[in-house]
């Protein structure tokens, strides 16, 4: 479990991000998927702003976790994309998303990185978050997916979404909650499956 978490820095593109060769997980997600709730809550405390606003995360804004066993990574939040309004969110995550792909899990010094996918388990199957998942596939990187806002679900409700995500995403989706703390002790151990030498894989949906 968890020893510290603190704010690294925000970015304005994957050249400010640190480079101390610590493993890396990035988390992304449509905006207000709640996000910044998670990482509060891995935390356990406020290190995240969170707003009731979408689209407010323009930057990409890294944090340091000490886990336990002296285990140490960072969490990558990327802008969300999927809001439209105004000067949209979606321009962001193209920009800085992509950027961070490119910089950080595709050059030829890749240290440990992977990703978190995170989708709203009311809302399963969007367009925009089966391409966030088609893009993840595309670069066979480590990564998984999960469903957040699950307490806002009555429990058949969850059986069925549940079910509707692992068939969109062709896979195991894990299901928790910022707000109750459901799902964590699963999702810490998720986290430690991608930091192994053996982590998960998203497998490309059917055509």
Same mark, same amino acid.
């Given at each position: ?6 704010? $690294? ?40 702003? =969170?707003?009731?606003? !979408?689209?407010? =995360? ?6 340091? $976790? ?5 285990? =140490? ?5 990327? !802008? ?38 995170? $989708?709203?388990?009311?809302? !399963? ?20 997916? $999960? ?52 982590? !998960?894989?998203? =497998?490309?949906?059917?055509?």
């Amino acid at each position: 479990m968890i020893v510290s978490a603190e704010f $690294v820095t925000s970015g304005a593109s994957a050249a400010d991000l640190p480079r101390d060769g610590a493993p890396e997980i990035a988390l992304v997600g449509r905006s207000n998927v709640g996000k910044s709730s998670l990482i509060n809550k891995l935390a356990g405390r406020s290190i995240a702003r =969170t707003s009731a606003t !979408p689209g407010k =995360t323009r930057l990409i804004n890294v944090y340091r $976790v000490e886990a336990s066993a002296g285990r =140490t990574f960072y969490l990558v939040d990327l !802008p969300g994309y999927g809001y439209a309004r105004g000067t949209g969110s979606a321009e962001s995550f193209q920009t800085l998303a992509h950027a961070y792909a490119a910089s950080r899990w595709q050059d030829a010094d890749a240290r440990a990185r992977s990703a978190l996918l995170l $989708v709203d388990a009311r809302h !399963p199957g969007l367009e925009n978050d089966l391409a966030a998942y088609d893009w993840l596939a595309s670069l066979a990187c480590p990564a998984a997916v $999960v469903a957040t806002k699950i307490d806002k679900l009555s429990r058949a409700e969850r059986r069925r979404a549940t079910a509707e995500l692992e068939t969109a995403f062709n896979g195991p989706v894990l299901a928790v909650s910022a707000a109750s703390g459901e799902g964590l002790k699963d999702l810490w151990q998720l986290i430690d499956r991608l930091l192994s030498k053996h982590p !998960p894989r998203l =497998t490309p949906r059917q055509a």
